[in-house]
């Protein structure tokens, strides 16, 4: 083979080498781009994950997270007693606009609402804003009694129970009644507690004890 072959056949393997390299060049520089920005790019993806947005809800600050576990909460219930109002419906029931807890009478209420965690009232505290002119937030018994005798309300709204007690709203209710036999005294609390403690509730002079949204707000309309 001659010298100007063998020539030709070097520059022409040098060529290909050349342009092997050139097509690795820039999966080559993205590889060493990611790998030099995957530490801020992961710490900026995990700072967003773990921002906590907020919202205005009744008066408390509340995660969209809190926000749409109340939603969901308060829909859910809304749901049941639609099904219920329908089978009434159907069955032309007298007592339809009791249940749908239609307010009948004028005149905004002032709410003393007793709750350790009052933020697990915002959804029903806007809600019931049309009716309400003003609630005062306790999260004590004590609390709650200072309020009482500093202030006139028309209904009470407690929960059931608090580090004080498990059976502190009915605690509550008890030292109310020392005082005031007339007020209406609501117990808003879990589903275990309305069942198995609505008895001792009631015979404290609770006047009505429900885990339901839906029901405290038909309530609150009543009056």
Known sequence: MSNFVRKGLEVDSFSKLISSISGLAWPLIIAVLVYKLYEPIKGLIDSAQGRKFTIKVGGNELTMEEASEQQRVIIADLAKKIAVLEKKISQSDASIMDDLGVNTKKGKKRILWVDDIPRNNSTLMENLKDQVKSVDVAISTDQGIKLFLENKY??????????????????????????NSEIPIFIYCGSWAARNLREESLNAGVNEITASGSTLVGLVSSL
């Open 154 to 179: 028309d209904l009470i709204i407690s929960d059931m129970g608090r580090p004080e007690g498990d059976h502190a709203g009915i605690d509550l209710t008890k030292r109310v009644r020392e005082l």
